[in-house]
């Protein structure tokens, strides 16, 4: 987004970009306002805090200390929870003065977590104890900024965050979660403190409240520490109760705020981002549950695919090997053996010494006819072991040849990625991070343009009405830029669920094709596996049978 040039230097850019930095520089707005007669150090201190979301700082009962400190101590215990192990951040708000020593322990805390958080800013405890509020100034400025920063941090939006990864059994149980989750507090006013009652903002989000009741809200607070909402008053007239106790300049100048706020309409604003942001939590949903489905038929695939057989290439192609080397090793101890008997055969035919044959010689005809059987089992035994090792041969070839055919088709065509910058990832909502940054600085910058030309009285009416108002535009401020956060870590929620869902999407195809292939696959394994078992168990046979021929073929060849 462009900037406009100032008109002067001082001037701040009338629009300014959502950053860390912007509710620090509406601070500085606010220290800058053209009312350094009435605005000393401290009301800036106490402005600023009050801007940053605590405002206690308003309450007018408390002492400038207790002011100042409260507010320092409550932005510095959620950037450093625990300054010494074992002892909590000790704060009380007192009606009476504080004991030097009590003074000094509020303060050495606040010190202690600025040197650990590592503050560019000098301040000594004598400085704090002295309330020199002039040296106050830019460390409470570096705190609210650091604050800012944390803002941001993903690990502070985890309440937020614990939406996109949960399970939801409809889409109305989705969006009562995500509404939850949408309006929880800003960081500012999460921290539960149980040492005082602090501001919450609900008021500016209701419809109902005109100016007339956001107004007299913060002024209530002010005057008094406590809130009134959600408890109303009966009629909008008794709301005007300040209006009467003030000056005839405060009263118009609190008409002209009342006007300023009802223009506004920030209830109405919000409502519009919460539907608009719940309408893009729809869109996060129904990919979610696509996703949710896509993983249940990822994970049905994958369990079909492990029951079917598999088998490994290469372990295959060695136990087959390994058995056709087995198969011909005994193949030729059997060759031999069986050529070696029809040689005693032939010896026996021929005539001896005493011109005896097999014919007129009983004992060699039956040996000869031994030797026959044997030679012939021998020659079965061969011949069924070819037959093995065929099938053999047969089924591994053709489960081979299928895996090979497997491997040469084509990848499966993924899903042909959306342009991060295209239709299927739009910004949120058409733009809905734009417009709370349009919207941050029409609160920022020109309300407060609004407010500087006022005519400006020092009245303390007028001085409270103007802190009121001021405070009110910082919790718009603040609103706005968690709204914005927000609205950001669901547009990158969504764009990583897009992501998931698309590359989940791809590995569903993947498996239904292996899972149709592993179907086809499944019968050729199971007649590998069946004619390895059978040369396998012929071999381990005829291996124990031919064990003393081997025996024999060793000796005669020694």
């Not at 500012?188 to 007299?216: C, Q, W, Y």
């Amino acid at each position: 987004m462009d900037k406009k040039t100032s008109k002067e230097k001082d001037e701040p850019a009338p629009e300014v970009e959502m950053s860390v930095d912007n509710l620090s520089q509406m601070v500085r707005l606010f220290s800058k306002m053209n009312a350094t007669e009435r605005y000393d150090p401290l009301n800036i201190i106490l402005g600023c805090l009050s801007t940053a979301g605590y405002h206690r700082a308003r309450v007018i009962s408390l002492t400038p200390f207790d002011r100042v400190i409260g507010g320092m101590q409550h932005i510095l215990e959620i950037l450093c929870p625990v300054v010494l192990k074992k002892h909590a951040w000790q704060f009380q708000e007192t009606a009476e003065p504080k004991t030097e020593k009590i003074r000094a322990i509020e303060c050495v805390q606040i010190l202690m977590a600025l040197k650990k958080l590592d503050c560019p800013h000098p301040i000594l405890l004598g400085h704090m104890l002295e309330e020199k509020y002039e040296i106050f100034a830019p460390v409470v400025d570096w705190c609210i900024t650091q604050l800012h920063s944390a803002a941001i941090e993903h690990v502070n939006y985890e309440e937020y965050s614990r939406y996109f990864g949960m399970d939801y059994d409809s889409k109305e149980e989705a969006q009562k979660a995500f509404t939850l989750a949408l309006r929880s507090p800003y960081l500012t006013f999460r921290k539960p403190s149980a040492r005082m009652e602090l501001f919450h903002p609900t008021i500016i989000r209701d419809v109902v409240a005109n100016g007339s009741l956001v107004l007299n809200e913060y002024i209530h607070y002010a005057k008094t520490g406590q809130q009134i909402y959600p408890r109303w008053y009966s009629t909008d007239p008794a709301n005007r109760q300040y209006a009467k106790e003030m000056t005839p300049e405060a009263r118009r100048t609190m008409d002209s705020l009342l006007q300023i706020i009802d223009k506004m309409d920030i209830a109405r604003i919000i409502l519009d981002c919460d539907e608009r942001l719940l309408a893009e939590a729809d869109r996060f949903y129904e990919s979610y549950h696509k996703h949710s489905e896509l993983f249940d038929d990822y994970n049905m695939l994958q369990r079909r695919i492990d029951e079917l057989p598999s088998a490994n290439l290469d372990q295959m192609t060695k136990t087959f090997k390994n058995l056709n080397s087995r198969t011909d090793k005994v193949k030729g101890i059997l060759a031999k053996e069986i050529a070696a008997t029809n040689q005693k055969i032939q010896a026996l035919n021929e005539k001896d010494d005493k011109g005896l044959s097999v014919k007129n010689c009983p004992a060699k005809k039956d040996e000869a006819e031994k030797l026959k059987l044997y030679c012939s089992g021998m020659t079965m035994r061969v011949a069924d072991l070819s037959q093995k090792n065929k099938h053999l041969r047969d089924t591994f070839g053709k489960w081979k040849e299928f895996v090979m055919k497997l491997r040469a088709m084509p990848p499966v065509n993924k899903s042909k990625k959306p342009n991060p910058h295209g239709p299927e990832f739009p910004e949120i909502d058409n733009g809905i991070a734009d417009k709370l940054t349009a919207l941050n600085n029409e609160v920022g910058i020109n309300s407060l343009e609004k407010l500087t030309s006022l005519p400006q009285t020092k009245a303390r009416d007028d001085i409270l009405l103007r802190d009121s108002y001021m405070a009110f535009t910082g919790d718009v401020i603040l609103t706005l830029q968690d709204y914005y956060w927000k609205a950001k870590l669901m547009y990158d929620e969504r764009r990583e669920m897009c992501k998931y869902r698309d590359g989940l999407a791809d590995h569903v195809k993947v498996l239904k094709e292996r899972l149709q292939h592993s179907k086809q696959e499944s019968p050729l394994i199971k007649d590998c596996h069946s004619s390895f078992n059978k040369m396998r168990h012929a071999l381990e046979t005829n291996e124990k049978v031919m064990a003393p021929v081997k025996t024999t073929v060793k000796q005669q060849s020694s």
